[in-house]
């Protein structure tokens, strides 16, 4: 009987060995399977805009989708236009986490929200890049693989007051000759953060370069070309001439204002500053009719924000392989456009089509 | 005893790998099953004059579980890089894809080569090696322009205006021109290379003619971008174009152009993307036909159905 036992025994225990090794096998060639599949799959990108009929942002959208397209790594954006409507990027975000997007891109529409789109992408174990419409600090800190690319407000309102300081030493701002500057003021939205700053800092800035200045009016135009033609259509009925520089926060904004001059036949235009250098932007300034603006430098913001997926896509992590301020933030820089270099950017934009 | 405890070892063991073997066939993050890949390659100096068709198209992709890949084509002055991306995406394993018109005649060469892969799109009639097309014939295009603009008026030079390069344009612009002859009018020509569009608008001025008639939106939409831009006024011809977008709508309203004609961007977006989601699956394009053409003067712009082709209703 022990022989007989002992004799089973050893005929089923290399049997078992064998079918331990081909488990493991198959267990292993599985997972080997489920790599190559990884190494293949398309990096999908969600990009959600706070309003596509912004010139700026738009174009930036576009930037991304080119440069994803050059990339050797495979890659799909899918652009999404939350058309001013917090509801309705809400929506859109929510989707794009359901969908398994690797990674999501987004210019709030409110800026005050975005805890709830990080807890919602968190939740998911999916990146955020904040980019144009920066979060409080707070919410930003509420996970580490949230980012912010953006430029600095405060700059552009400073570059703006010294374009107008050019124009002030050629003497050609202070057409009555009062020793003042009176300008009108065509702000942002009410509560947005560059708004503020660009508002705050091209006045304050103006006074340090020595140039008193008079507010005639302000009012806020929401980057709306349409609306700071408006604007202005007021602002001429009351002041008139009285005006001699338009201070925009935003590029369309000011072509708004200019569009209300040009239409009410006014002899002298006034100066005007806007802040994006878009192609409409240029082409004003090369007619002699926009006096300056500041570029926002979309290349480089949409470079950054492709870097940042990149980095996370290769598993790693941007704060000790980027430069980011404070593990979140990459931020870029404004630069001036006046007459002497507008045809430069100009002939690069046509370079780009 | 300790034969049993082995065995009883090897037992568990077995059970957990074939656990791990369960475990592994199921997905970390799951997908939205049979998710397709779509490229659409288009001319990067045309993506404002796809604005409309991109909605149509993205749609679409959400209605049938597709994602798009936009790809702009850039033009160097001689040719553009279209056929370097359209060998690309096919040979990387996209499900379909779509050409804009603009590049179609320049890629009918390496169609065939790229079709082996994957279906291939058009929006026009008569390309080989791809699936379908639905524009409305280039005939009827010419036609409707033609009466648009004898209707105001039969006197002075007609000229012809067209994009060289493009298959489809010929066709309209050669159809036109025995058109207007057979209503008693020699037209003059005038055919502009991609890359001379912004200086259309001066080069018309100089040829002062009475009526200028393009039948190709990409040209239509330069120009009116032009004057929109330039804030300039009516110029002294006539001018009837193609296309329902946003800056030819502006022209329209404020009377730098006379008349347009144009068919749903926003449905020929969806309607290809549609087939081309339906082509990678295999199945039947159920499309037939073409789409409605609509020839639109300024009084029809404050139509709510004439609008929609402007400004399509999102969902």
Not at chain 1, 156 to 180: C, F, M, P, T, Y
Not at chain 1, 257 to 286: H, I, K, Q, W
């Amino acid at each position: 009987m022990n022989e007989a036992i002992r004799s089973s025994s050893s005929r089923s225990c290399p049997k078992r060995w064998l079918a331990l090794l081909l488990a493991l096998l198959l267990a292993l060639s599985a997972g080997c399977g489920e790599g190559k599949a990884e190494e293949e799959k398309t990096l999908r990108l969600g990009l959600a805009l706070y309003d596509q009929q912004d010139t700026f942002i738009s174009s930036l959208g576009r930037e991304v989708e080119q440069l994803a397209q050059e990339e050797t790594r495979r890659i799909t954006v899918r652009i999404v236009d939350g058309q001013g409507n917090q509801s309705t990027q809400n929506d859109q975000i929510d989707q794009m986490i359901q969908s398994g997007y690797d990674v999501l891109f987004v210019n709030l529409v409110d800026r005050t929200v975005a805890a709830s789109i990080i807890d919602r992408a968190r939740e998911a174990g999916i990146p955020v890049v904040f980019f144009n419409r920066q979060p409080v600090g707070e919410d930003m800190r509420r996970w580490e693989r949230v980012y912010y690319v953006g430029l600095e407000a405060a700059q552009s309102g400073r570059l703006q007051a010294e374009i107008v300081k050019e124009a002030w030493d050629r003497g050609e701002a202070d057409r009555n000759g009062d020793g003042k500057l009176q300008y009108v003021l065509l702000e942002g939205e009410p509560g947005h953060q560059d708004a503020l700053l660009r508002s705050e800092h091209s006045v304050k800035h103006l006074e340090e370069l020595g140039i008193p200045t008079q507010k005639l009016s302000s009012a806020a135009a929401n980057w709306s070309r349409s609306q700071g033609q408006q604007q202005m259509e007021g602002w001429l009925d009351r002041f008139g001439g009285e005006i001699e520089l338009i201070l925009a926060n935003n590029d369309d904004m000011a072509l708004g204002a200019l569009d209300a001059c040009r239409d009410r036949g006014l002899e002298e235009l006034p100066l005007a500053v806007g802040v994006d250098a878009t192609g409409e932007a240029l082409a004003a300034m090369a007619q002699g009719t926009l006096t300056g603006t500041v570029l926002n430098d979309g290349a480089g913001m949409a470079r950054s924000m492709m870097d940042l997926a990149l980095a996370l896509d290769r598993g790693e992590d941007p704060a000790q392989t980027m430069e980011l301020e404070e593990g979140h933030y990459i931020w870029l820089s404004y630069r001036k456009v006046t007459e002497k270099d507008v045809e430069d950017y100009l002939r690069q934009q046509e370079e780009e089509g | 005893m300790k034969k049993g405890k082995k065995g009883l070892f090897q037992s568990i063991l077995l059970v957990l790998l074939g656990l791990l073997v369960l475990l592994s066939m199921v997905p970390f993050q799951p997908r939205e099953p049979e998710t397709l890949e779509i490229s659409v390659l288009f001319l990067q100096r045309d993506s404002g004059l796809w604005d409309n068709i991109r909605l149509g198209m993205e749609q679409a992709a959400a209605d049938q579980g597709a994602e798009l890949r936009f790809l702009s084509v850039s033009y160097d002055g001689e040719e553009t890089d279209g056929a370097q991306l359209l060998l690309r995406e096919a040979a990387d394993g996209t499900d379909a894809v779509i050409i804009a018109p603009a590049i179609e005649q320049e890629l009918e060469p390496i169609l065939e080569e790229a079709s082996a892969n994957c279906p291939i799109l058009t929006f026009s009639q008569g390309m080989d090696h791809t699936l379908l097309d639905f524009s409305p014939g280039g005939e009827e295009v010419s036609r409707m322009l033609i009466n648009m603009a004898l209707e105001d008026g039969r006197e002075g030079t007609f000229l012809l205006l067209s994009e060289s390069g493009t298959g489809l344009d010929d066709q309209r612009v050669i159809f036109a021109e025995s058109y207007l002859r057979q209503q008693g009018i020699e037209p003059v020509r005038l055919s502009v290379r991609q890359n001379e569009s912004r200086r259309l608008a001066r080069t018309l001025e100089t040829m002062d003619p009475d009526c200028v008639i393009c039948p190709e939106a990409g040209l239509t939409y330069a120009l009116c971008q032009h004057w929109m831009k330039e804030q300039e006024s009516a110029p002294d011809y006539r001018f009837y174009g193609m296309g329902v977008t946003e800056p030819a709508a502006r022209c329209l309203e404020s009377g730098v152009i006379r008349g347009l004609v144009g068919w749903s961007d926003y449905a020929s977006g969806y309607l290809i993307c549609e087939s081309a989601a339906l082509a990678a699956r295999g199945k039947e394009i159920e499309w037939e036909g073409e789409l409605p053409l609509y020839a639109i003067g300024k009084e029809e712009l404050d139509e709510r159905s004439y609008q929609k082709l402007f400004f399509p209703v999102l969902p």
